[in-house]
């Protein structure tokens, strides 16, 4: 997997989160089921490579310090997603991405 793919495969990251966020806040859904859509997000971004020395891969190895993977099932800490440092790691993330003319990108399907 190369950076763009990381880039793009980072977007459904970014979908599972601005999804769960906004069926909360239109009431459709309640924290434990948010909680839950959080986690997913930590196992989604805890298969993505980041293995090499690029900026891309620096910045998902950091995010996946912030936030690492919460096993299913568990009830574990998802207190690093959204906070200044998870901003911090996917603002490098999303510059290195559009160098590469590889944006990150989320798709919108909730509250439809």
Do not use: K
Request: glycine share 10%; proline share 4%; hydrophobic share 40%.
């Amino acid at each position: 997997m190369d950076d763009a793919d990381l880039c793009s495969a980072y977007g459904d990251v970014l979908t599972i989160l601005e999804n769960a966020d906004l069926a909360l806040d239109s009431g459709r859904m309640d924290i434990q089921e948010h909680e839950g859509w959080y986690a997913l997000a930590t196992r989604v971004l805890d298969r993505l490579p980041a293995t090499g020395t690029s900026e891309v891969s620096e910045a998902i190895a950091d995010l996946q310090s912030i936030a690492p993977a919460v096993a299913p099932g568990a009830s574990g800490d998802i207190g690093g997603v959204g906070s200044s440092d998870w901003d911090d790691a996917e603002e490098s993330l999303g510059s290195a991405c559009e160098d590469l003319d590889t944006p990150l990108t989320i798709s919108v399907f909730s509250g439809g």
